[in-house]
């Protein structure tokens, strides 16, 4: 089946050691999604790729960074993550903009 | 400005009985308009979505919306609640005007009482 894949599922770094969670996807859509999502909250846009192009939401913090080394994968880069940093990371994928976005099931991360 | 609104932070309904949630957004355009399900730490998943077609939306699992232009509304129903329809729900909206921007409301937490 077609879907989007997070690893880990669950990841625990120290404060200030970087951490890279990863995505990947089987779907062949052009648009990728990376969102934070702090509990009860809704998620929260960090940034996407419409294809190579990068667009950074404004409020995103400059820890964070993303790479999208192909059409399949991509990658959140945390590079000192701190203990507000400790949320549920999610990936979609979409076929467009404007349209149903797909999501993985999440990485969650602990920061101690 | 608040694109999309959850007015329920949390409903509970009993087994059987009738689900309703309530979505309004507020936008000059036609919209965009789905509702996703997240499960206790999983992803979110599709309920449905309307795209400027029929007003009247059937989803997975027994769940309708009803697209009203007039009210501004995108309501989410399910004629009789299951156990397993716990969850955490999120009306999203996307607008032309906003480069198609996903807009998510609050969300709005279910839980079914057996």
């Known amino acids: 089946d077609a879907m989007v894949i997070q690893n880990p599922r669950y990841q625990v770094t120290q404060f200030g050691k970087p951490v890279t969670l990863s995505c990947s996807q089987t779907l062949n859509h052009n648009v990728m999604y990376w969102y934070q999502q702090k509990s009860s909250q809704a998620p929260k846009l960090l940034f996407h790729?419409?294809?190579?192009?990068?667009?950074n939401e404004a409020d995103t913090p400059d820890n964070f960074q993303s790479r999208r080394p192909n059409t399949s994968f991509c990658f959140l880069d945390i590079r000192s993550p701190g203990l507000g940093d400790a949320a549920m990371y999610l990936c979609?994928?979409?076929?467009?903009?404007?349209?149903?976005?797909?999501f993985g099931p999440g990485t969650r991360l602990t920061v101690l | 400005a608040q694109s999309v609104t959850q007015l329920d932070s949390h409903v509970s309904v009993s087994e059987g009985t009738p689900v309703l949630l309530r979505c309004n957004y507020s936008?000059?355009?036609?919209?965009?308009l789905f509702w996703y399900v997240q499960h206790p730490n999983k992803g979110l998943q599709l309920l449905l979505k309307?795209?400027?077609?029929?007003?009247l939306v059937k989803g997975i699992n027994g769940f309708e919306a009803e697209f009203k232009k007039s009210e501004t509304s995108f309501h989410l129903t399910k004629p009789s609640a299951h156990m397993s329809d716990a969850a955490e729900y999120f009306c999203v909206v996307s607008l032309e005007d906003t480069g198609n921007q996903f807009y998510f409301g609050t969300g709005t937490s279910l839980t079914v009482i057996p």
């Open positions: 936008s000059s355009y036609s919209p965009s």
């Open positions: 790729y419409y294809d190579k192009d990068f667009n």
């Open positions: 309307y795209t400027s077609a029929a007003t």
């Open positions: 979609a994928t979409s076929r467009g903009s404007g349209r149903e976005q797909f």
